[in-house]
C-alpha cells in the first residue's frame, strides 16, 4: 500500500490480509471483510472466528470468502512501535503514587518516543488512510464492491469507507457503534460513568449469588471487597500462585470482565478466589494475560498500544490544556471512584506531534443503507451512538438489544440478531424496519471456554 494515499509515488507498506474461501464456490456471493475492532487490534484471525461464530449459519462460510487484514500499522502490516516496555504498555492508566503531576509527565513522555520511533507514520494513521487501504484490497481482490462485518471500532472504520466509496459498499454490518459526534476525549470520559454502572450491575449479581463467588450477600459489601483486594494489590501483597498481581493488572483484568454482563460469573469466580485466598484453577489461569496489553511477536510488544495512539491522536483534536485535564480527572475521580481516574486521564494525544489533520468524511445524509446492531447497555459504545448513526443515515436499519453487553452478533446469543444479521448478508435485503431483539436466557451465561475471544475486541 502506499503510505501516503495522496502520493501512490511515495514510500510503500505492507497489508496483511487473510482469507477463508467460500465453501461452495459456485454459490459465492463475493467478499466480506471483517474487523475486531482497536484501534490497534490484529484481525488475521477473525475470519475462523467469525465461521466459528455464525456456524448456526453456514451458508454465510458457504457462500462468502471470510477476508481478514491487520490495519496498517497493526501486527503483520508494517508494525509500527513506540519503544516503550514494562508498564509504560498501557492505554488507560490508573494514576500511581506520583499523582497526577507524575502522569503529565508520563503522557508527556509517550507522546515524544511516539514521534521519535513512529514519526514516520504520524501523519498517515487516520481511520480514513485505513478505508482507503480497505479499497484498495478490494481491488487487489478484483471484486466490484465488498461487504463488511465491523465491530466497535470497527464501525467507525466502516463508516467512513461508506463516506469515502459509498457506490463500493455491499452489504455493511456494524455492530457496537462508536458515536461519530463525538471527539476522542468525550469518548473517553463516557468510560467513567458507563464501567461504574456496570460494576454496579456486578456487584448486585454477586451478592445475590454469595453462596457461588463468597464476596458478600449485599452488593455493598461485594464492592467494598473489590477495594480492598485493590488495595492489597496496590501494597504487593496480592498473590496468585507465584505471581504478585499489581493494582493496574487487576483493575485491567476487571476492566475486561465487565464488558458484558455474560462474564460476569467468570468476574466473580476470579475476584472469589483472590478474596477467599483459593489458589486459581488451571482453567482461568488465562485472566492473568488480560491484565497487560502487549502484543504478541513478531509485532513488537508496545505495537498494539502504539497504533492505538497513533489512529486515535490523528482521528480528532485533543485540548492540550493541562488544566483542564487535571480539571476533568479530579470530577471524574470523586463520581465514578473506579474507572473514572483512569479514563478521564491525561492523554499522551495532549502532547502529540503536530501534523496536518484533513478533514474527517462524515456519512451524514448519506443514502447508504447498512445494517447496525447494538445493545442498549454498552459500556464501550453507548447506545446513543448507534441511534445517532441511524439518524445520519436514514436508509439503515438498527436492531436493539436490551442488556448490557459489547458486541453482539455472535458473542450474545440470540437468534432474533443472527436470523436478521445473516438473512442480511445472503439477500442483501435489510429489514423492513428496526428491530427489537429481546435477551434470551442462554444468553446470560459464559462459555466453558471464553478465552478464544475474551480481549479480541479489546481496545475499543
Known amino acids: 500500500m502506499p503510505l501516503d494515499h495522496n502520493d501512490r509515488a511515495s514510500r510503500t507498506i505492507e497489508l496483511a490480509i487473510s482469507r477463508l474461501p467460500a465453501i461452495e464456490p459456485a454459490r459465492r456471493r463475493g467478499v466480506l471483510l471483517v474487523n475486531p475492532g482497536g484501534p490497534g487490534g490484529s484481525g488475521l484471525e477473525i475470519p475462523e472466528y467469525i465461521a466459528q461464530l455464525l456456524s448456526g449459519y453456514p451458508r454465510v462460510v458457504e457462500e462468502f470468502d471470510l477476508v481478514g487484514f491487520d490495519p496498517r500499522f497493526v501486527g503483520r502490516s508494517s508494525p509500527v512501535t513506540c519503544g516503550l516496555t514494562g508498564d509504560d504498555i498501557a492505554i488507560s492508566r490508573w494514576p500511581g503514587a506520583g499523582g497526577f503531576p507524575a502522569e503529565v509527565a508520563q503522557a508527556r513522555m509517550v507522546a515524544q518516543r511516539c514521534g521519535t520511533h513512529a514519526g514516520w507514520a504520524i ?37 467512513v469507507y461508506a463516506a469515502l466509496f459509498p457506490h463500493r459498499v455491499d452489504r455493511f454490518v456494524l455492530d457496537s457503534n462508536t458515536d461519530p459526534l463525538k471527539d476522542g476525549r468525550e469518548a473517553d470520559r463516557a468510560f467513567g460513568p458507563e464501567f461504574e454502572r456496570m460494576l454496579g450491575l456486578f456487584t448486585s449479581a454477586a451478592a445475590r449469588n454469595d453462596a457461588r463467588y463468597g464476596l458478600g450477600s449485599d452488593a455493598r459489601e461485594v464492592r467494598r471487597a473489590v477495594d480492598r483486594l485493590v488495595a492489597q494489590a496496590e501494597t504487593g501483597l496480592l498473590q496468585v500462585g507465584t505471581k504478585s498481581l499489581t493494582a493496574a493488572e487487576l483493575r485491567a483484568i476487571v476492566f475486561r470482565l465487565l464488558y458484558a454482563e455474560n462474564r460476569f460469573d467468570l468476574l466473580g469466580r476470579f475476584l472469589g478466589i483472590l478474596h477467599n485466598g483459593l489458589p486459581l484453577p488451571a482453567n482461568l489461569a488465562f485472566l492473568l494475560n488480560l491484565g497487560r496489553s ?30 483542564r485535564y487535571r480539571i476533568e480527572h479530579a470530577m471524574d475521580s470523586r463520581a465514578y471512584p473506579f474507572f473514572g481516574p483512569a479514563t478521564a486521564n491525561i492523554t499522551p494525544c495532549a502532547f502529540w506531534p503536530d501534523i496536518e489533520r484533513r478533514h474527517q468524511p462524515s456519512v ?48 450474545y446469543p440470540n437468534a432474533c440478531v443472527e436470523a436478521a444479521a445473516t438473512g442480511y448478508l445472503l439477500s442483501g435485503q435489510l429489514p423492513a424496519r428496526d428491530l427489537l431483539c429481546v435477551a434470551e436466557p442462554s444468553a446470560t451465561r459464559l462459555a466453558d471456554s471464553p478465552q478464544q475471544r475474551l480481549g479480541a475486541v479489546k481496545l475499543t
Open 294 to 323: 502487549d502484543s504478541p511477536p513478531p509485532a513488537p510488544a508496545d505495537n498494539a498500544v502504539a497504533a492505538y495512539f497513533l489512529v486515535e491522536c490523528a482521528d480528532t483534536k485533543w485540548p492540550t490544556s493541562v488544566a
Open 364 to 411: 451524514a445524509g448519506s443514502r447508504v443503507p447498512l445494517l447496525l446492531i447494538n445493545s442498549t447497555g454498552d459500556p464501550a459504545t453507548p447506545y446513543r451512538g448507534a441511534l445517532t448513526t441511524r439518524r445520519m443515515m436514514p436508509n439503515s436499519r438498527l436492531i436493539t438489544v436490551p442488556a448490557s453487553h459489547h458486541s453482539v452478533l455472535g458473542e
Open 123 to 159: 501523519p498517515y494513521a487516520t481511520t480514513a488512510d485505513a478505508a482507503r487501504d480497505m479499497d484498495l484490497i478490494r481491488t487487489a481482490l478484483g471484486e466490484p464492491k465488498i461487504s463488511y462485518l465491523g465491530y466497535s471500532y470497527g464501525t467507525t472504520l466502516g463508516r
